[in-house]
């Protein structure tokens, strides 16, 4: 089942609580009655802090205004405005911003630090790794500098760069959580899921309300096989975070990992009520119902899935498999191709439609899917077998050898490509070959002498086999 990918939100958006917006009414109020002085610069800053850190940005643009009024060479009020229209996505405004204040105050590492957040929100990378290196040449051990450095090298994918930078960070300042997070988030892209997990739980020892590192954290555990510890993760962020579509949907994964098909289903089905568009949760929760044999249900789901996206060959290939277990082949081949047809690179596709092909009796057309198989995954041994296999029926002997011969040169093991090759053997005439191709058979799977007895039966009797066989 799919995966959802990491969240790399160290500072997540929650809900407004009903005690802040209460806070807000009062303030206003405040402002309203004259206890907030609007005409005073240092009320003005209050204002504006209290809105700022209310997220009330368009009211406290207002009010940063009024106070660049009364004081139009205040750089830590510039600096304000550029926070405050970056908050609003009003970048290029924001950049003027902190040029202004730069120009009244040059040597304050904190205007470069608010530049550089706001040109990596621009995309303008080196433009933003340059603020922040200029913020550091001011202050080599300003740990706001170096952690948003570490983001903009992280966003790059240079994760060992960024890893260095987030430890420095942590040797200057231990306790800065938001750094713990990051350095996890980096090592689990670097496969390092002990020292992710490490740093995500000291992360949560400081903030333990960031459901995303909580939800981080159940991946890194769930790819570990460690389950359980997993589900408890994925709780934890739900808890913190009800509607969040995404721990519901890898809690189902992980219920499904564990057999609880259940409680996978309870789970799609919730991820569904949060995002009912959600392709993947459709096509995971239809595959919850396939194994659980409920096949007309799990159709459904899958059907839901197409009709959201068209092109979801997963979900078609899933369709093609119940059908296929429904005893309808024909449908079943119809959602086969499809799958294929969307999606011809996935040698998955091309065998389903290469077996139902044959069940069918379409023996040239299973053919030609197998030799697409094989060109796709030229070194699995069973489609080499069932290729061979399919060719002997055919009585097309020698390029069923040549094929039997490839399946046991990539899997010496597999007993039934030594049986069939015997039985070709056999039909050209090469007892002896047959014999010691039938005591390999038999030595990797005594159950294939049956299969011999029902199969070769006017062998049953011949001195040459009698002996072997007695002694299965």
């Known amino acids: 089942m799919s995966e959802q990918e990491n969240f790399d939100e160290h500072k997540p958006n929650s809900k407004r609580s009903k005690r802040s917006e209460e ?274 249900e799990a159709i459904n789901c899958y059907s839901r899935a197409i009709e959201i996206d068209k092109s979801h060959h997963e979900s078609y290939f899933g369709r093609g498999c119940c059908y296929d277990a429904l005893g309808n082949a024909e449908q079943a081949l119809v959602e086969y191709l499809k799958a294929a047809e969307l999606c011809p690179e996935y040698p998955e596709y091309w065998y389903a439609c290469g077996d139902t092909y044959y069940n069918l009796g379409k023996i040239e057309e299973c053919l030609e899917c197998y030799r697409k198989v094989i060109e796709l995954d030229s070194n699995d041994a069973e489609i080499w077998f069932d290729y061979g296999d399919t060719l002997f029926e055919q009585n097309r002997l020698e390029e069923a050898l040549d094929a039997l011969n490839r399946s046991i040169k990539f899997d010496p093991k597999f007993a039934p490509a030594y049986f069939s090759r015997g039985r070709v053997y056999l039909s050209m005439g090469l007892k002896d070959k047959a014999l010691c191709d039938f005591v390999k058979a038999f030595e990797l799977m005594p159950d294939l002498v049956k299969d011999f007895k029902e199969l070769l039966s006017e062998y049953v009797d011949d001195p040459l086999f009698r002996d072997l066989l007695r002694k299965n």
């Not at 405050?84 to 009003?90: E, G, P, V």
């Not at 433009?127 to 202050?139: Q, T, V």
Request: aromatic residues 14%; negative net charge.
């Open 23 to 296: 806070d807000v009414r009062k303030f206003r109020e405040a402002i309203r009655n004259g206890s907030k002085d609007i005409n005073n610069p240092e009320a003005l800053e209050e204002i504006v802090q209290f809105l700022f850190e209310h997220e009330e940005f368009e009211e406290a643009l207002f009010y940063i205004d009024r106070l660049i009024s009364f004081e139009p060479f205040n750089a830590e009020a510039w600096q304000k405005k550029g926070m405050i229209l970056n908050n609003l996505a009003r970048y290029e405004d924001a950049l003027e911003c902190f040029k202004k204040a730069i120009s009244l105050n040059p040597v304050e590492p904190e205007f470069y630090i608010n530049q550089g957040i706001t040109l990596d929100n621009l995309n303008l990378v080196e433009e933003a790794l340059g603020a922040f290196n200029k913020a550091l040449e001011l202050d080599q051990s300003n740990e706001d500098a170096l952690f948003q450095k570490g983001l903009t090298i992280e966003k790059l994918g240079r994760f060992e760069e960024a890893v260095s930078i987030f430890q420095k960070v942590l040797q200057l300042d231990p306790d800065y959580y938001d750094a713990w997070y990051e350095l996890g988030y980096c090592f689990d892209f670097l496969d390092k899921p002990v020292e992710a997990l490490q740093c995500y739980s000291r992360h949560i020892d400081s903030n333990p309300y960031n459901y995303n590192a909580w939800y981080n954290k159940g991946i890194v555990h769930n790819r570990l096989g460690e389950y359980t510890k997993a589900l408890e993760c994925y709780e934890y962020a739900i808890a913190i975070k009800e509607d969040f579509e995404a721990a519901w949907f890898n809690m189902g994964n992980t219920y499904a990992n564990l057999g609880r098909l259940y409680d996978a289903i309870k789970c799609f089905k919730t991820a569904l009520q949060y995002d009912p568009k959600d392709v993947t949760a459709l096509h995971n929760l239809g595959n919850a119902y396939e194994e659980l044999t409920d096949y007309i």
